[in-house]
Antibody
């Protein structure tokens, strides 16, 4: 059974940093591209970032470019999102998600999400 | 940047057919995917590559895509289909989601 379990969320002050982790199991993690997607309270889904199988190619939404860094450790079956210079508008549930098809980028499995709250 | 436009809400009578649209410039040339999200839960993929259903998704869910509009069709709507639905495409190395449509089953 595919499982994606996020951790690392919490309350952080504006300008602060946080690192999210996503532990993957039930599939060959190193064979799949991965995503982070977020959802502000009561709002829609917003894509954040994507990483290839090796960790050598990444892409970001304009809203987080230069502040967030996606990475992965295939030996540990773990996906990361380093978030710096956090703003109130980054407050959201952050989902880790598996890319089913790298060529057309759609998500077949989602974690349950971890809540990040940016507030003083 | 590419934009996807969805109606904020759609209502359907129990047992009838619901159609949720997703508009985008020449969206017919792209692969469109659809997700269902119920309150407090993670999204679930219901349609990929315009019209393919993942295993476990009822045949009542179908999709089409042409011109500037993609459509998710839910036949014989059930109370359990009440949820938010999002369309999604891949464009210029970014994932784009529509704003979401709240489906109400009356």
């Amino acid at each position: 059974e595919v499982q994606l379990v996020e951790s690392g969320g919490g309350l952080v002050q504006p300008g602060g940093s946080l690192r999210l982790s996503c532990a993957a199991s039930g599939f060959t993690f190193s064979s799949y591209w991965m995503h982070w997607v977020r959802q502000a309270p009561g709002k829609g889904l917003v894509w954040v970032s994507r990483i290839n199988t090796y960790g050598s190619s990444t892409s970001y939404a304009d809203s987080v470019k230069g502040r967030f860094t996606i990475s992965r450790d295939n030996a540990k079956n773990t996906l990361y999102l380093q978030m710096n210079s956090l703003r109130a508008e980054d407050t959201a549930v952050y989902y880790c998600a598996r890319d089913a098809d790298a060529a057309i980028a759609f998500i077949d499995y989602w974690g349950q999400g971890t809540l990040v709250t940016v507030s003083s | 940047s590419y934009e996807l436009t969805q109606p904020l809400s759609v209502s359907v009578a129990l047992g009838q057919t619901a159609r949720i649209t997703c508009g985008g410039n020449n969206i017919g040339s792209k692969n469109v995917h659809w997700y269902q999200q119920k309150p407090g839960q993670a999204p679930v993929l219901v349609i990929y590559r315009d019209s393919y259903r993942p295993s476990g998704i009822p045949e009542r869910f179908s999709g089409s895509n042409s011109g500037n509009t993609a459509t998710l069709t839910i036949s014989r709507a059930q109370a359990g289909d009440e949820a938010d639905y999002y369309c999604q495409v891949w464009d210029s190395s970014t994932v784009v989601f529509g704003g979401g449509t709240k489906l109400t089953v009356l």
